[in-house]
């Protein structure tokens, strides 16, 4: 790469654990002053008179309106792009797409099926590419994540987030939320233990990539990763519990066969407190939900953070921009 290449995120694993710190951060600094009215107006011109192009492969809903609200945040034009909008996929190759986009925009979001996509479009781009969701990783929701458990475990330390020591469990499917999850909860000194049926682990590839996560925290400082098939043992001792559709954009073909494999599997107040999650435990679901994977009791219960997690997304979209795209992926 060029010394002038642009900084892309694609994952958290190309964050230090610093660099996640402060995005997270930023993201609940910017939360309050814009929230309290204090706004900030040396950001709101930020990207003035700039397109950032949207190219979206798949439906959404909170990464699509917190995207095109942070754009606007910053006096940027947001492009979205969805996949009958444009060549892309049927009549042009990824190729000159990136380089047709990156000549005239600010940045390019986008959300693709394989990963190798939005990675081919960040290589040839002269723009920042932020993923939006592919089939690995899902960093802008990471950072919300985070973000909704500090405001929910609030610490004064001015060094860290203040998560050293707690326990995350997803209850599920080994997913493109999991694998950023994982990195993140590593990098962060949290613990993350993951229960999946049988048949659906972690892919051993993705399980180096958590472990190479690890060796990037502090020393002696990073979170553990735990796997198990059965809900009860991840939970043990769990300050969230977390857990994401069964079946993800594009797997809708499995559906019956995932559905079965998965029972057993829903969330629910009798199977935290059979499990020992801790008295203070909290739920979290990046969205959409499907009533299979929670109960309505937790979901809509005291206990459910999901509807705040969903909010942080313009949160962390906000971050995000301001460090890859308005202060050319210098973190600070
Ligand atoms: N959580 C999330 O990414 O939701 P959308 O698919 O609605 O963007
Ligand atoms: N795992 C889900 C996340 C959606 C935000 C999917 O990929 O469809």
Same mark, same amino acid.
């Given at each position: 790469?060029?010394?002038?290449?642009?900084?892309?995120?694609?994952?958290?694993?190309?964050?230090?654990?610093?660099?996640?710190?402060?995005?997270?951060?930023?993201?609940?600094?910017?939360?309050?002053?814009?929230?309290?009215?204090?706004?900030?107006?040396?950001?709101?011109?930020?990207?003035?008179?700039?397109?950032?192009?949207?190219?979206?492969?798949?439906?959404?809903?909170?990464?699509?309106?917190?995207?095109?609200?942070?754009?606007?945040?910053?006096?940027?034009?947001?492009?979205?792009?969805?996949?009958?909008?444009?060549?892309?996929?049927?009549?042009?190759?990824?190729?000159?797409?990136?380089?047709?986009?990156?000549?005239?925009?600010?940045?390019?979001?986008?959300?693709?099926?394989?990963?190798?996509?939005?990675?081919?479009?960040?290589?040839? &781009?002269?723009?920042? !590419?932020?993923?939006?969701?592919?089939?690995?990783?899902?960093?802008?929701?990471? =950072?919300?994540?985070?973000?909704?458990?500090?405001?929910? @475990?609030?610490?004064?330390?001015?060094?860290?987030?203040?998560?050293?020591?707690?326990?995350?469990?997803?209850?599920?499917?080994? @997913? @493109?939320?999991?694998?950023?999850?994982?990195? %993140?909860?590593?990098?962060?000194?949290?613990? =993350?233990? !993951?229960?999946?049926?049988?048949?659906?682990?972690?892919?051993?590839?993705?399980?180096?990539?958590?472990?190479?996560?690890?060796?990037?925290?502090? +020393? %002696?400082?990073?979170?553990?990763?735990?796997?198990?098939? !059965?809900?009860?043992?991840? =939970?043990?001792?769990?300050?969230?519990? !977390?857990?994401?559709?069964?079946?993800?954009?594009? +797997?809708?073909?499995?559906?019956?066969?995932?559905?079965?494999?998965?029972? %057993?599997?829903?969330?629910?107040?009798?199977?935290? +407190?059979? %499990?020992?999650?801790?008295?203070?435990?909290?739920?979290?679901?990046?969205?959409?939900?499907?009533?299979?994977?929670?109960?309505?009791?937790?979901?809509?219960?005291?206990? &459910?953070?999901?509807?705040?997690?969903?909010?942080?997304?313009?949160?962390?979209?906000? &971050?995000?921009?301001?460090?890859?795209?308005?202060?050319?992926?210098?973190? +600070?």
């Amino acid at each position: 790469t060029s010394p002038f290449a642009p900084r892309h995120l694609l994952s958290i694993a190309d964050l230090t654990p610093a660099e996640l710190t402060t995005l997270v951060r930023n993201a609940g600094k910017h939360k309050t002053d814009i929230k309290s009215g204090n706004g900030w107006p040396h950001l709101s011109s930020a990207l003035a008179g700039k397109t950032v192009a949207m190219t979206f492969s798949k439906r959404s809903t909170r990464t699509r309106v917190s995207t095109e609200g942070a754009i606007a945040a910053f006096g940027g034009t947001p492009m979205f792009l969805g996949k009958d909008d444009i060549q892309l996929g049927v009549n042009e190759s990824l190729y000159d797409t990136s380089l047709v986009l990156s000549s005239m925009t600010a940045a390019i979001v986008a959300r693709v099926g394989p990963h190798s996509d939005v990675a081919d479009l960040a290589k040839h &781009s002269s723009v920042p !590419v932020i993923n939006a969701l592919s089939d690995l990783y899902h960093p802008m929701q990471i =950072i919300a994540d985070f973000l909704t458990i500090t405001e929910i @475990n609030p610490s004064s330390s001015t060094t860290s987030l203040g998560l050293e020591g707690m326990k995350i469990a997803w209850i599920g499917d080994a @997913n @493109n939320v999991l694998f950023d999850l994982a990195i %993140g909860a590593v990098k962060l000194g949290v613990d =993350i233990a !993951v229960a999946t049926p049988k048949g659906y682990e972690i892919p051993a590839a993705m399980r180096s990539v958590i472990e190479h996560a690890a060796s990037t925290a502090p +020393q %002696g400082k990073a979170g553990k990763l735990t796997e198990t098939t !059965v809900p009860e043992e991840a =939970i043990k001792g769990a300050d969230i519990l !977390v857990t994401d559709t069964w079946v993800s954009m594009g +797997q809708e073909e499995e559906t019956a066969k995932r559905l079965k494999a998965f029972e %057993g599997f829903q969330i629910t107040s009798e199977l935290a +407190q059979r %499990g020992g999650a801790k008295d203070s435990w909290s739920f979290m679901h990046c969205l959409p939900r499907h009533p299979e994977e929670v109960s309505d009791e937790v979901f809509y219960g005291p206990r &459910s953070v999901v509807f705040r997690e969903a909010e942080n997304r313009l949160w962390s979209a906000v &971050s995000v921009l301001e460090s890859f795209v308005v202060n050319k992926g210098k973190i +600070q």
